[in-house]
């Protein structure tokens, strides 16, 4: 196993704001390589262990951020900056006021933050970030609302996640029937959550568990809607993804070609299917099978609708909407999934 380096970090500042950022700080992520400090009468002396340099020296670290510990966060960025540093490598973790600035850091530093401070540090800050309160135990599903505060810090689309989670509530609330489907599992990564969160409904999984398939792959690239490979996502098996649901007794593997494997399913009707098979010809050929069978009141949910790489997709919803003569919502996830309702 490969063990994560450390994030490498400068802290400028030695006074009060110091303590506080070291207090913030998981010195089991970070290693602090230099402090910095203006003032001449500190510079040469010691800090935990360290010694005190002038900023004129930045460049001669080798750092990640540098972390300002001082309220004069904006005087001294501007010093940094003047000094030749990457605006985007300079942190103020105490700048860091409510739980909803701190998610825009998190996004803004492209989990910088989650690199450098405690875990504990940031769930009590994001504590509170919930889009409506949502943080209540449903007790017949035996679901908390999704383990936001993990999938933030892990890096994981929030936005996707809690979308779900909303929508697999109104699927209970309001009594929706049906099965829920994945197209397009992979890893299994978002099924292994539609199957927790639909705890006691079939679930089944459609792949070829052996990634991009040649026609699929052709028509994007004759159309000009990517450019990618056969057999690009091959790195999983139906063991990989088994491993990871919660309830395994509902999972129904569908191996293969979409639309080749879909017998056997005249008879059922989906509540909820996510579709992620990231190119046009799967995407479109899974909107009409599954709508189809959708119950009224059911969802599709269909990633990277606004993926700037995958635009095979978005050509999919459209072409299939327009034909329909229905209307989607996009969601403001990362990729940006389109919501389809019947
Ligand atoms: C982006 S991955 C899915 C990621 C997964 N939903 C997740 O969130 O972790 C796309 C998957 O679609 C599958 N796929 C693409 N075209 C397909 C087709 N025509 N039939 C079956 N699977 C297909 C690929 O094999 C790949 O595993």
């Known amino acids: 196993m490969t063990m994560k380096s450390k994030t490498k970090i400068i802290i400028f500042g030695t006074g009060s704001g110091f303590e506080k950022v070291l207090e913030v700080i998981d010195l089991d992520k970070v290693e602090i390589v230099a402090i910095l400090d203006n003032n001449e009468s ?37 010093q940094l900056i003047n ?17 909803s ?3 825009q850091e998190i996004f803004i530093y492209n989990f910088a933050i989650k690199s450098i401070i405690k875990n504990e540090y940031l769930k009590s800050y994001i504590k509170n970030y919930a889009i409506c309160n949502m943080n209540v135990l449903d007790k017949e599903r035996n679901v908390r609302f999704y383990d936001y505060q993990d999938y933030l810090i892990k890096g994981i689309d929030y936005v996707r996640i809690s979308s779900l989670e909303l929508i697999s509530r109104e699927v209970y609330e309001r009594q929706i029937e049906g099965a829920v489907a994945e197209l397009g599992v992979y890893q299994g990564g978002f099924a292994k959550i539609i199957n927790e969160l639909f705890y006691d409904r079939k679930i089944y999984l459609f792949d070829t568990f052996e990634g991009f398939a040649d026609k ?10 990517c450019k990618t490979k056969v057999g ?21 593997i569908k191996k293969g070609y979409f639309p080749d494997t879909t017998d056997g399913l005249d008879n059922e009707v989906f509540a909820f299917v996510s579709i992620d098979a990231d190119l046009y010809k799967p995407t479109y050929e899974g909107l009409n ?38 209307n989607f ?10 919501v389809i309702m019947k």
């Open 42 to 78: 500190k510079q040469g002396t010691y800090l935990i262990g360290k010694k005190i340099d002038t900023p004129l020296n930045v460049h001669k670290y080798d750092y990640e951020y540098i972390i300002i510990a001082s309220q004069f966060y904006n005087d001294i960025c501007n």
């Open 83 to 99: 000094l030749g540093v990457n605006e985007k490598r300079i942190i103020n973790i105490l700048k860091v006021k409510t739980s």
């Open 101 to 103: 600035q701190l998610v």
């Open 216 to 225: 699929d792959v052709e028509y994007d690239d004759k159309h000009g809607f």
């Open 232 to 252: 690009h996502l091959s790195d999983t098996n139906i063991n990989i993804v088994l491993d990871q649901m919660k309830y395994k007794e509902n999972c129904i």
């Open 289 to 326: 099978f599954f709508y189809d069978k959708l119950s009224e009141g059911g969802y599709i949910m269909v990633h990277d609708y606004n993926h700037s790489l995958y635009k095979g997709v978005k050509e999919a919803v459209r072409k299939f909407c327009n034909e329909r003569r229905i």
């Open 329 to 338: 919502f996009p969601l403001s996830d990362y990729h940006g999934s389109a």
